[in-house]
């Protein structure tokens, strides 16, 4: 059976998926308060759930943001706060979503696989501490129920 797991299996909408994901990693999360050993659980559940082709977080340490835990294939290790994609949310403190992200200025290509792309930052007290980013292979991938739903992931990890 084909699946397009978008849409995910026998009609069950995008939302239904990330509400019960919500619930699975608020239990994941419960009663862990160290942040790196959450965003490595929640790396890999995110990935192993929607298949997403990176997942994974960057954390900023002075004016640069450092890989932190990760799904998917090795990534560039730091970024400056005004490069790329995750500079820009960093910067900005707003979610970005990349439809294309050849079209995006200054995109930093860690894999020529990825085709699209959401970061969302997390800011405490008016400063960026850590940003999400997710790739996906294919083109316009992610939508405005995507970045909600990863916006409440990010709130749940620390
Ligand atoms: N594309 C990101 C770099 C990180 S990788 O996608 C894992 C950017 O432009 O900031």
């Known amino acids: 059976m084909s699946v397009n797991l978008k849409e ?3 009609g069950v909408s995008a939302t239904d998926m990330h509400i019960t994901a919500i619930k699975q990693i608020n239990s994941l999360v419960n009663g862990e308060t ?5 965003m490595a659980n929640v790396a890999a559940y995110l990935y192993h759930t929607f298949h997403y082709f990176w997942v994974g977080f960057y954390i900023r340490k002075n004016n640069q943001l450092v890989l932190g835990p990760f799904q998917g294939p090795v990534a560039c290790t730091r970024i400056d706060l005004n490069k790329g994609v995750c500079g820009h949310a960093a910067t900005t403190q707003k979610s970005v979503i ?3 992200v050849h079209q995006f200025p200054g995109h930093i290509a860690c894999s020529s696989e990825s085709q699209s792309e959401i970061v969302i930052p997390f800011v405490k007290e008016n400063s960026t501490i850590f940003v999400l980013d997710v790739d996906s292979k ?3 991938y992610f939508n405005e129920k995507d970045q909600q739903f990863l916006e409440e992931v990010v709130q749940l990890l620390v």
């Open 98 to 100: 990349v439809p294309d």
């Open 138 to 140: 294919k083109l316009d």
């Open 34 to 38: 160290d942040m790196i050993a959450n």
């Open 8 to 10: 995910g299996l026998q």
